[in-house]
């Protein structure tokens, strides 16, 4: 998961050379904290490492790509998550509309009352529609529409056509030998 950018590195978390050399692991916290906060600066300040250490790391390692690709995954997949959630949770509440009506107040008391023809009509629809495209299949039918426009194109062809007498040329052929 991507830190959000009030995250801070206590000071004994920081990173630095070891051996010489930064790990694999200072590369990622740095993809990681660099696509929260967006600026090369906080993050060299906050991991304690060269900015010209993290620029080269950005464009130059296949670490850096690997991470920000995973993590960019990890994010797409939590909100795929919170999507579906939000979704099963529409439908859950649509069905019970459904099956026990609307919570509207009469007379100042909550009462439910059937959902109108109208709104289950356009549920219904909106549902088929979906259902089609899950399906692979068309949502309208426009063959009509594409059979008018193949005739009025033929039309047309005919129109110029006719307008077009056939032309003779007169004049008298060579024929040249090699």
């Known amino acids: 998961m991507i ?8 000071k004994s978390a920081r990173t630095g050379k070891k051996n010489g050399k930064y790990s694999d692991n200072d590369k990622r916290q740095a993809v990681a904290l660099y696509m929260s906060m967006g600026n090369m600066v906080r993050v060299s300040e906050q991991m304690n490492i060269p900015e010209k250490t993290l ?14 690709t995973e993590l960019r995954s990890q994010v797409t997949d939590e909100i795929k998550s919170r999507i579906d959630s939000t979704i099963a949770k529409c439908f859950s509440n649509l069905d019970d509309r459904l099956e026990h009506g609307d919570w509207k107040v009469v007379d100042k008391e909550l009462v439910r009352v059937p959902v109108s023809a109208r709104d289950a009509g356009i549920l219904g629809g909106i549902y088929l529609d979906k259902r089609q495209v ?39 052929s060579i024929v040249v030998n090699k």
Do not use: C, H, Y
């Open 55 to 68: 620029s080269q790391w950005k464009n130059e390692s296949e670490v850096w790509e690997a991470t920000a």
């Open 134 to 172: 899950l399906n692979n299949m068309p949502t309208t039918i426009t063959s009509n529409a594409l059979d008018g426009r193949l005739s009025a194109f033929m039309d047309k062809f005919r129109e110029i056509g006719e307008g077009m007498a056939a032309k003779t040329i007169e004049g008298e």
């Open 3 to 10: 830190p959000n950018k009030t995250t801070s590195t206590p």
